[in-house]
């Protein structure tokens, strides 16, 4: 049996051989690019339009502290949740079942310590990434003395009865990352958005890649509104500047798959010339597939993560990372202890979206964190840094 | 099993002996041929390399599973135990190189202790393997979900990575040999030797007779325990290969237990033991990879492999279980 081993192995090295350089990837094209396909049911011109706009809004509030800052702020009266501290705030999150998640809630902690004088308690309930444990989580909390109810919501619509019922408990309420469907929360905080990211990668990918080229977009997974918003920005860049995207694929954020996909398509056409995605988590596969295929690396966007900072560093690749930026973990703990203060804030609290460019790029770029940190913190000045979030 | 008695059935196919490699070497070397005419250039010994490297952590999961499955049992759990190992790799190692050597050694022990456990939970406490492997493989999802609250930690060393990543440059003819290509090579050597032992005959016989095989003085629980420490080592060598292809991953492993099963059973293996070859699963694993390549040349979605697979699956059964009944 290890000779009929061998023979496969031989057979297989022998096919190699006799085969003419026939005609390149040209002939592949019969597998036609999918080009970019019809436009999400998640698009809405009008918030598209509003949040290009906000990408060149100058924000007001102190410029070294963006989580503090507002882009085109609109102030609501907080006067009737005017308490005495020190307070008890009340967290209901989402999940931790991210890096990103588990950046943002470290840094959040951080936040409530650098208050401690005027937070005497905080609670955290993670609901898993499960909707029916956050709106029974909820529902707990409004029974435990809560003076401020923070949610970062699992899903829109399933957890707006949830936060409706918080409010009519009478207590502030701020919501945070992904929204509900009501009004009825003191402020929602939130960066730019979806739109943004997926603009400033795809316009930077179709400016920089040589004319006429190919592009590869790769998509977490289809029907989820932040992600679906970064694609159908992309796809409007793209068409506009009229490139070819020969794909557009689903990693489900797994580096393995990613790096087989992008392998694929190397492949399949020889060469991809630009490269966009939705979120950074697999950029680093990405990257290392072209390197593992002997090709350059094209064009390409990623996120904050530190990974893809260093590697864009180290291989001096023509990158750009959009962010979204996990210094909004600080901005609810702020805002909850304003609102008890009486002070005004603003509704909706739209926080600045900074891209890392390869100007600012060793600015944020902190070999000692490790890999999976984002960059865009916000962190760097509070209690237990950088040990606490390593 | 070799005497075959001409009893002349109508509409008999044409005999191959059952558990035979020839069927599936015939499915290969057709998908080869499609692969040449659509794309020469995949023919090309880099590419052709560096395709054989990326597969050799599936093949290397179909032959461990093989092993279960010739014992008459089955393995589910090797997808998660390989998640599991990725994440408590670059958790251990943190990026640091010199952890390199200790956390690998740990990897085959852990890879093996499941193994163990599987093993005897199923021989000793008679609980079904599909049902053990099920548990173990829940057990092993929750408790990676909890030891990392949810989100890989630290990072992998290159040192590390290598063995699944770079490879010999320059070899002549070849060009560029990955290491994985190598351990696939050398292990695949020892799994055939293996099953030519002694071992490997009990081993086939406690799958196709477990009763019989008792009677004749075989412990088929000693047997069978080892076949699943087998798959577990399998699965920890496919592992480092894995992380060390794509780094830390929480979907390392996903769905690779069925990746392996469907290759076991492509490569005319029998559910339930008893016939088959292991070089058979291997090849079966090669030609399931070769097949999600020219899927991809003809531009296949991606999305229609697990259908795919699953069709695959219930083929290769019905075949097989059809041979087997006009016995």
């Known amino acids: 049996m290890a000779a009929i081993a061998a023979v496969t192995l031989l057979s297989l090295a022998a096919c190699a051989t006799d085969e003419p350089a026939a005609s390149p990837s040209g002939s592949a094209s019969a597998a036609t690019g999918s080009g970019t396909g019809d436009q999400s049911k998640f698009f809405v011109q009008a918030d598209y339009d509003a949040e290009l706009a906000l990408l060149d809004a100058a924000p007001t509030g102190p410029a070294d502290k963006p989580w503090e800052q507002v882009l085109n702020p609109t102030m609501v009266d907080t006067a009737k949740f005017k308490k005495n501290g020190p307070h008890k705030i009340c967290f209901s999150n989402a999940a931790l079942n991210n890096p990103w998640r588990q950046v943002g809630f470290k840094t959040m902690q951080a936040e409530v310590e650098a208050q401690k004088s005027r937070i005497k308690e905080f609670v955290h309930v993670d609901a898993e990434g499960k909707d029916q ?11 435990k003395g809560c003076d401020a109810l923070i949610v970062s919501p699992n899903t ?16 502030p309420v701020v919501v945070f990352d992904r929204g509900v469907n009501t009004k009825c929360p003191v402020t929602f905080i939130n960066p730019i958005g979806g739109y943004g990211f997926g603009h400033v ?5 179709s400016q920089k890649m040589k004319p006429g080229g190919k592009v590869l977009a790769l998509r977490i997974l289809p029907g989820v509104d932040v992600l679906e918003t970064r694609w159908s920005a992309a796809k409007v860049a793209f068409d506009k500047a009229k490139v070819d995207v020969v794909g557009v694929e689903f990693t489900d954020g797994d580096p393995a798959k990613t790096k087989k996909i992008v392998d694929d398509y190397i492949q399949r056409y020889g060469t991809i010339d630009g490269v966009w995605m939705d979120a950074g988590a697999v950029a680093v596969a990405a990257v290392e597939a072209f390197q593992d295929a002997g090709k350059p690396v094209p064009p390409m966007n990623g996120e904050d993560q530190l990974d893809f900072l260093k590697i864009w560093k180290d291989k001096k690749l023509t990158a750009i990372a959009p962010t979204y930026p996990t210094y909004q973990w600080r901005t609810p703990i702020i805002a909850a202890l304003q609102i008890l203060d009486g002070q005004q804030v603003s509704s909706p609290w739209k926080l600045p979206q900074p891209t890392v460019t390869q100007d600012n790029l060793d600015q944020y770029l902190d070999a000692g964190m490790p890999p999976l940190h984002y960059a865009m913190c916000g962190c760097t000045d509070l209690p237990g840094y950088p040990q606490r979030w390593k | 099993m070799q005497t075959v008695q001409p009893r002349s059935l109508p509409l008999r196919l044409p005999r191959v002996r059952p558990g035979g490699v020839l069927p599936i070497l015939a499915i290969l070397a057709v998908l080869l041929v499609l692969v040449g005419i659509r794309q020469p250039d995949f023919l090309a010994p880099q590419s052709l390399m560096s ?32 998640t599991a190992q990725v994440v408590v790799a670059a958790r251990l190692i943190d990026s640091d190189p010199a952890r390199t050597w200790p956390v690998v050694l740990l990897l085959l022990a852990f890879g093996a202790l499941v193994g163990l456990v599987n093993g005897l939970i199923t021989t000793r406490l008679r609980v079904p393997s599909f049902i053990t492997t099920l548990g173990m493989f829940l057990i092993l999802v929750g408790a990676v979900y909890l030891w990392s609250d949810g989100a890989p930690k630290g990072g992998l060393s290159e040192e590390f990575r290598r063995f699944g990543r770079r490879a010999f440059e320059d070899v002549p003819l070849l060009g560029r040999v990955p290491y994985a290509l190598l351990v696939l090579v050398v292990l695949a050597v020892a799994a055939v030797l293996l099953m030519r032992s002694d071992f490997g005959r009990t081993l086939v016989a406690v799958g196709d007779n477990p009763r019989t095989a008792e009677l004749s003085g075989v412990r088929v629980w000693r047997t069978r325990t080892f076949a699943f420490i087998l798959s577990g080592l399998a699965a920890a060598v496919a592992a480092i290969l894995l992380g060390g292809y794509s780094g830390v991953s929480f979907q390392a492993g996903a769905g690779l237990e069925f990746g392996a099963i469907t290759a076991v059973v492509l490569g005319g293996v029998a559910l339930g033991g008893g016939r088959g070859a292991v070089v058979g699963a291997m090849l079966g694993a090669l030609t399931l990879e ?5 899927m991809n040349f003809y531009g296949v979605s991606g999305a229609l492999r697990s259908t795919v697979q699953g069709g695959i699956i219930l083929l290769a059964v019905a075949v097989s279980a059809t041979r087997s009944s006009s016995r």
């Open chain 1, 133 to 143: 444990k956050q709106i029974a989580d909820i529902n707990d909390l409004l029974g």
């Open chain 1, 156 to 171: 829109t619509a399933t957890l707006t009865p949830a936060v409706e019922a918080a409010c009519k408990a009478g207590l």
């Open chain 1, 201 to 205: 990668g795809a316009e930077f990918v």
């Open chain 2, 51 to 82: 395709f054989l490297g990326r597969s050799a952590p599936i093949i290397l999961l179909a032959a461990g599973q093989y092993f279960v499955i010739v014992s008459g049992e089955f393995d589910l759990s090797v997808g998660s135990l390989v």
């Open chain 2, 290 to 294: 070769l097949l999600f390549a020219l």
